[in-house]
């Protein structure tokens, strides 16, 4: 069965870091585009962030409201995917889900998303 | 790219005919999908390429549209598709998400 499970969430002053964790199954990570998207609570669905696969190069690409915060990385030996929050501030109060494109293309969709990490920033 | 879904509340009958519409700020061809959200839920994906309904989604679901604006219409409402649905763009960085529209029972 394809799927995802998020990690790593909690209670975070503002300023602080987090780490979330994304472990994938029954696909391989590394031949995939991953993604991940937040909900603030009440709200829409955002973008956060891409990781492009192993054959383009693990490149990645940000939302501008977090670009310079946040970094996507991940490790293939664990099939897991990364996102290391820095800087936190109120507003990145969120579940923070992360999902697969299959289709490493333009046109692609989000075909299988994680249960969600919660991550709360408030002193 | 700003994508703008009408109505954003929509109170409809099981049995009723509903289509919500997705508007693109510029065109995006037909690289649009569509997903449906129950409270407490992640996402799930309905419709990708903007017509092509996903394996497992009921029949009753259908998009269609290109350019810039897109339909999402569910033939005949049942009692478990009360949820809020969202479209998203994958043309061009950022990717983003319409503002979401939920469906109620009248």
Known sequence: EVQVVESGGGLVQPGGSLR???AASGFSLSDH???WVRQAPGRGLEWVGRSRNKANSYTTEY???VKG???ISRDDSKNSLYLQMNSLNIEDTAVYYCARDPTADWGGYFDCWGQGALVTVSS | IQLTQSPSFLS???GDKVTITCRASQAIN???AWYQQKPGKAPKLLISAASTLQSGVPSRFSGSG???EFTLTISSLQPEDFATYYCQHLHSYPITFGQGTRLEIK
């Open chain 1, 20 to 22: 979330l964790s994304c």
């Open chain 1, 33 to 35: 585009y991953m993604d």
């Open chain 1, 63 to 65: 939302a501008a409201s």
């Open chain 1, 69 to 71: 915060r946040f970094t």
């Open chain 2, 12 to 14: 409809a009958s099981v």
């Open chain 2, 30 to 32: 037909n690289y649009l």
């Open chain 2, 66 to 68: 290109s350019g810039t």
